[in-house]
């Protein structure tokens, strides 16, 4: 008779490991009731996936972690992946490069995750803007709760703008570091704000817990320069 599929009937699709010379160009593809999705390759625009839709994995809907190479992650949509276990929630989406483009991590979006955000870390390496995406915030993260120690650095040469009415969350003890320009410009009724994870005074509940507040050092906070 009819059923329907569970989270981890399957383990997922895992493309290369490490410095791989895998590659994957994903348009309009489904991934569903598996693990994850884990992609870990360097090659050279080895990651393209757009216009798809995760739903219903155990362990987060998509990791990406590519190197030095940049990754392309557009327009999709995330559902109901990373609750995992009882005592560990997963994000929607992790991307994780020393060559990150903000303005090829745009479109993204879904609901019922562990964490409703894309986290992000390592570099960013293009002048871009901070993606601004209502209920789906970019944020800087490992890819799994407490979502912890994770940075991202803006290089030297590159300038990063974030807009009016943007919410940025950090995980726990993770931060920004600026080592180019960091402008972000809010207005009195669209302020931009960087804020923990567990704030849900910004940007709603991003971490489907129920209601939370932030506390203070829940992250180390933005570093401008080294010395």
């Given amino acids: 008779g009819d059923s329907a599929g569970q989270a981890s009937d399957w383990d997922g699709i895992q493309v290369g490991s490490g410095a791989s010379t895998a590659t994957v160009d994903f348009d309009r593809v489904q991934v569903r009731f598996g693990d994850q999705m884990d992609v870990s390759t360097s090659a050279p625009g080895g990651v393209s996936i757009r216009n798809s839709v995760f739903s219903d994995n155990a362990y987060g809907g998509l990791w990406v972690s590519s190197g030095g190479s940049t990754p392309r992650v557009q327009d999709n949509q995330f559902h109901r992946n990373g609750t995992g276990t009882s005592s560990t929630r997963y994000a929607g989406l992790y991307v994780s490069s020393t060559a990150i483009d ?5 479109g993204n979006t879904g609901t019922g995750n562990g964490l409703d955000a ?3 870390s ?14 789906w915030p970019v944020s800087v993260g490992s890819g799994y709760d407490p979502y912890y120690y ?4 803006i290089a030297a040469g590159v300038t990063v703008t974030v807009p009016a009415g943007t919410v940025v969350k950090f995980g726990q003890s993770s931060r920004l570091q600026i080592n180019g320009s960091l402008t972000a410009t809010g207005t009195e009724a ?3 704000v960087f804020t923990s994870w567990r704030d849900d005074t910004a940007g709603g509940d991003t971490n489907n817990n129920g209601d939370s507040a932030g506390q203070a050092s829940d992250w180390d906070g933005i570093q401008v320069g080294s010395g």
């Avoid at 903000?102 to 745009?106: F, I, V």
């Avoid at 390592?122 to 209920?135: E, K, L, Y």
Wanted: charged share 5%.
């Fill in 118 to 120: 894309t986290l992000l």
């Fill in 122 to 135: 390592g570099t960013v390496s293009q002048d871009g803007t901070w993606p601004n995406t209502p209920g």
């Fill in 150 to 153: 994770a940075s991202l650095t």
């Fill in 102 to 106: 903000l303005d090829l991590l745009t």
């Fill in 190 to 192: 669209s302020p931009v």
